[in-house]
């Protein structure tokens, strides 16, 4: 697609459920990552793929969270047993891959998905 | 270790002023690169610039321009004649080579009609 595309846009829950986020990333950026924003803060590392692998897994806050990517696109961050201090908004950007920097590392952002865990 | 901070946590002005957005970045690498992103309040990161760190050329943009100052460790925004449509988060960000990308706090410039 043009850009980078996540979904659902916003997520409510109740505490304790899973949840899933998807992130779809530029068509042919090999690199792709998670982040969370909590209200008003900056932005917070989660988890960063290389194709289909994930080297730097440093950000995840528990082992509640995981994530996969699939086929070197798609990626899919899920929450099991939600809390509220969970609630958030989560961004998926990507990038054309690891050159170390520069043009290829530019990352492109997705909308986001507002999570509220109640 | 790699730091990004941003000393103004908010900044309000009046449309038409020109408002500075301060970056500075620690790094023990030669080779890095440095960014900006501005979060409107739709809340997608929109990406403003790259810069190198073995460039230290300013650049300007329509009414934006940065300055790169390797002997500060600084990477200024300013936005000439703000306007109300560039109220918004502004992230500065510092990738070393091979590394993750590390987000300045951010700043929150709102300009006011």
């Known amino acids: 697609g043009a850009g980078v595309s996540q979904s659902p846009s916003n997520k409510v829950t109740e505490k304790g459920k899973d949840v899933e986020l998807r992130c779809d990333p530029i068509s042919g950026h090999t690199a792709l990552y998670w982040y969370r924003q909590s209200l008003g803060q900056g932005l917070e590392f989660l988890i960063y793929?290389?194709?289909?692998?994930?080297?730097?897994k440093s950000g995840l806050p528990s082992d509640r969270f995981s994530a996969e990517r699939t086929g070197g696109s798609v990626s899919t961050l899920t929450i099991q047993r939600t809390q509220q201090e969970d609630s958030a908004v989560y961004l998926c950007a990507s990038s054309w891959g690891p050159s170390g920097g520069g043009i290829t590392d530019t990352q492109y952002f997705g909308p986001g998905t507002r999570l509220t865990v109640l | 270790a790699q730091k990004v901070t941003q000393a103004q946590t908010e900044i309000s002005v009046v449309e038409k002023e020109d408002v500075t957005l301060d970056c500075v970045y620690e790094t023990r690498d030669t080779t890095y690169y440095l960014f900006w992103y501005k979060q409107p309040p739709s809340g997608e990161l929109v990406f403003l610039i790259r810069r190198n760190s073995f460039d230290e050329q300013n650049e300007i943009s329509g009414r934006y321009s940065w300055n790169f100052q390797k002997s500060t460790s600084s990477f200024n925004f300013t936005i000439t004649a703000s306007q109300v449509v560039d109220s918004a988060v502004y992230f500065c960000a510092l990738k070393n080579y091979g590394q993750n990308f590390v987000f300045g706090p951010g700043t929150r410039l709102s300009v006011l009609p």
């Open positions: 793929f290389q194709g289909n692998s994930a080297p730097d």
